[in-house]
């Protein structure tokens, strides 16, 4: 297996979408999506009115499109009124698919339960009136820290229900991630539980946030509403925290939802940036949710008898998108799974796809490489061994997928039949912005092939010039579109900054990935990030955040830099340069010293940010400017010879010693 960006650069393998992929599709065959394209060109607010228009349930009708007056502030359908929820839940009763199962829940331990649509309204309505006996009200913002769970799920519906701006924070993230986004989004409450399950293991919650509440500066939180996933109690505080069974007393099945105006935030994401910062992507709600579900109707080209599952977790934007709200939206039947693929054993997807009969299934390529890992050491839970034949289209998102796993999911799990949709998009595009439609598309292995229609995609050099096909450049994103990024929570200005920078004309959407087109048919490839930014396991990092919390353990730690090397299986692997206050460990001493520091990053960041190597020296190598130089340490980290001129370094002996490994 290789990430060799050269092996997917001569990738000249296309795979047409097979007639039965074709017939019935909503966008069938290239001319029906060129069209959609053209429309779009020509007539960009008409395109996105006509289908906002019949994709969503308005309760009071937009009347203008997109304003542009206070660019990148954008505003899409800004006078109108929709409720997000009410276009999961309520425009479907009445209709075929009000009884219709919503979510197959499997838990960790593989016991099955099932939930319709009118049962998840009736719940999701008494979770919100139970929000507003607790005194939450819309505009007010709300921490959900929970297991991937149907309560999860119900958690960020209610929230959407009575206008409260859900912020999701992954159940892997520290009491100090916690802490720090509690603070930064003004949160009125936590919703979280006593314990999740992962694989097998019961890992607390309910005391990381008890941690991080004691940390301090969390003034404006009032309640603590806590799931009891198991029997295990939990420490609770009087008058401040209630289990979800005494917040539901009483509380009615039926909440009129609030309407909000299309502008207003539906959710708070963090993700990772350039600084040690995380940044609060805010989403709105009518251009937000019009992307879920029509990005479900074309990319997974969903139809009333699919059975969907995207495995992301809640806390992350996969998890917005293609778990809480588009598979609603969308009226289809999705399955929820709160484990880990590897558990009981690595056969757990194949078996899950062949017991709940899933059609389309949406997963990463780290958790697809893993998954060849263990099926080539284990014939047993190899996919041959299952019956995949219900599968009729195949995604993957969070990282470029390298060729070799593209086509073992193809042959193995798509018995050669299903197109994969390799969907490029991240936190602040809301949904998919350039991959390929499952009916039209052919696809060509390591490419997410074409923007969607209305997405005005290209690669500009860093003055914002247009690059030629064929030559690597900056990916950018020309025109608005409706569920981009509306600013960075608390911080406008970062938001310019990082989005619409000023030196390219502060009008092109700045992804933050380098990207290549082919010469021939304008397929896009992403090449990764341009920016401090890693991408491990498909989850995203900031270096400057593993370097802020490495230096934060003052009494051990004098500098650090963070850099990532290519890695098989996660993608990239987090690799950490650490000079320490006293000299420099060897041997037995360094190994434990760097347990330390990995078991220090778990505790300020989250687990998934430890560093896979630690490397000490006397010294980071640096211009006589004092500036880390951080190519050359992307060299070392990697293994490579030094070929960079090195004549600027203040100390080049540092280098032999960083090169050597624990
Ligand atoms: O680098 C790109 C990579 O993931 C980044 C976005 O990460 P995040 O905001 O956490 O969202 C992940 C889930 C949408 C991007 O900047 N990325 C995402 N999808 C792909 C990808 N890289 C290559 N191919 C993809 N399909």
Known sequence: MSNNIESVLVENRVFP???????????????????????????????????????????????????????????????????????????????????????????????????????LLGRVSQFANALKAQGIRKGDRVIVYMPMTVEGVIAMQACARIGATHSVVFGGFSAKALNERIIDAGAVAVITANFQMRGGKELPLKSIVD????????????????????????????????????MLQGQSGECKPEPVNAEHPLFILYTSGSTGKPKGVQHSTGGYLLWAKLTMDWTFDIKSTDVFWCTADIGWITGHTYVAYGPLAAGATQVIFEGIPTYPNAGRFWEMIQKHKVTVFYTAPTAIRSLIKAAEGDEKIHPKRYDLSSLRILGTVGEPINPEAWMWYHKNV??????????????????????PLPGATPTVPGSCTLP???????????????????????????????????TIWNDPERFKKSYFPEEMGGKLYLAGDGAVRNKEN???????????????SGHRLGTMEIESALVSKTDLVAEAAVVGRPDDLTGEAVCAFVVLKRSRPT????????TELRNWVAKEIGPIAKPKDIRFGDNLPKTRSGKIMRRLLRSIAKGEAITQDTSTLENPAILEQLAEKL
Request: glycine content about 10%; some cysteine; charged content about 25%.
């Open 211 to 246: 941690e991080g509440i004691a940390m301090g500066g969390c003034d404006t939180l009032k309640s603590v509403l806590v799931f009891m996933r198991t029997p295990t109690a939990c420490n609770m505080v009087a008058g401040r925290d209630k289990t979800f069974t005494e």
């Open 452 to 486: 969607l229609p209305g997405i005005m995609a290209a690669i500009v050099d860093e003055a914002g010039h247009d690059i030629p096909n064929g030559a690597g450049g900056m990916l950018v994103i020309k025109r608005p579109w409706p569920s981009m990024i509306r």
């Open 587 to 594: 041997g037995d001493e360094a190994k434990q010293i760097a």
């Open 17 to 119: 979408p097979s007639d039965a992929a074709m017939k019935g599709a909503r966008i069938s065959g290239m001319p029906a999506y060129e069209a959609l394209c053209k429309e779009a060109e020509k007539d960009l607010e008409g395109f996105w009115a006509r289908h906002a228009r019949d994709n969503i349930v308005w309760t009071k009708p937009f009347t203008k499109t997109l304003d542009e007056s206070n660019a990148p502030f954008y505003k899409w359908f800004h006078d109108g009124e929709l409720n997000a929820s009410a276009n999961c839940l309520d425009k479907h009763m009445g209709t075929a698919v009000e009884n219709k199962t919503a979510i197959i829940f499997e838990a960790d331990d593989g016991a099955v339960t099932k939930i319709t649509y009118k049962e």
């Open 522 to 536: 304008g397929y896009f490839r992403i090449t990764g990030r341009i920016d401090d930014v890693l991408n491990v």
């Open 414 to 435: 798509g018995g050669e039949r299903c197109p994969i949709v390799d969907t490029f998009w991240q936190t602040e595009t809301g949904g998919h912005v350039i991959t």
